[in-house]
């Protein structure tokens, strides 16, 4: 049982440049999520899915896009990738269907540079 | 909004030492109440949560938590500190009518553990 994976664990892009965060989890996991980590700032969620097929914003989406492709497979895309989102990037996973109190599960996560 | 005060960014504590972080929310309603761990460059694992019933919660590795409703608080503590338990600590919300059962974080505390 790996848990949630994240892949890559390390990248560096320059401005402009896109990129495809992965996450898979083999826990059958009905809700995931993707965080951006910050010095000082703790987690802030990027988007979530609640379930298989539906996804929706968190506190800071802007120049993100997701796909839920499959129940396991949940990836963060970064169109244009620009200085302010070097950040690490985590992903974690809930059993139950968008309901709260529900523990998380997290990844080991991908830090992302951007020059 | 909800949102999630941690109380010092960073705490040193001698080995053996009582270690006290301090956690405070902000809802009329009191929220789901979670503390996660992060080991350097590893993901977050759950401490311990509060959902329901007994306030006094226990976690993992000694750690336990006491729900205080009228302070709005929820602060970690173990009685005896270990060299192992440096770490960054974070405390998290999921309100309970919240949808997509989001937890919204406090900016983190990392915790030194002096020989």
Redesign the interface.
């Given at each position: 049982n790996a848990g949630v994976t994240q892949t890559p664990k390390f990248q560096v892009l320059k401005t402009g440049q896109s990129m495809t965060l992965q996450c898979a989890q083999d826990m059958n996991h009905n809700s995931m999520y993707w965080y951006r980590q910050d010095p000082g700032m703790g987690l802030r969620l990027i988007y979530y899915s609640a379930s298989e097929g539906t996804t929706d914003k968190g506190e800071v989406p802007n120049g993100y896009n997701v796909s839920r492709l499959n129940k396991r497979e949940f990836s963060l895309r970064l169109e244009s990738a620009a200085p302010s989102q070097t950040s690490v990037y985590f992903c974690a996973s809930s059993g139950r269907q968008g309901t709260p109190g529900d523990t998380q599960y997290f990844g080991p996560g991908t830090r992302l540079t951007v020059l | 909004a909800q949102s999630?005060t941690q109380l010092g960014?960073h705490v040193s504590v001698s080995e053996g030492a009582l270690v006290l972080l301090r956690c405070n929310y902000s809802s009329s309603v009191p929220?789901?109440l979670?503390w996660?761990v992060q080991y350097p460059n590893?993901?977050?694992?759950?401490l311990l949560?509060y959902?329901t019933g007994a306030t006094l919660v226990k976690g993992i590795n000694g750690f336990e938590a006491e729900f205080k409703k009228s302070e709005t608080s929820f602060h970690l503590t173990k009685p005896s500190a270990h060299m192992s338990d440096a770490a960054e600590y974070?405390c998290?919300v999921?309100?309970?009518?919240?949808?997509?059962?989001?937890?919204?974080?406090?900016?983190?505390t990392e915790l030194s553990v002096k020989p």
């Open positions: - | 999630v960014s929220p789901y979670f996660y590893q993901g977050l694992q759950l949560k959902t974070f998290a999921s309100p309970i009518y919240n949808q997509g059962g989001k937890l919204i974080f406090g900016q983190g």
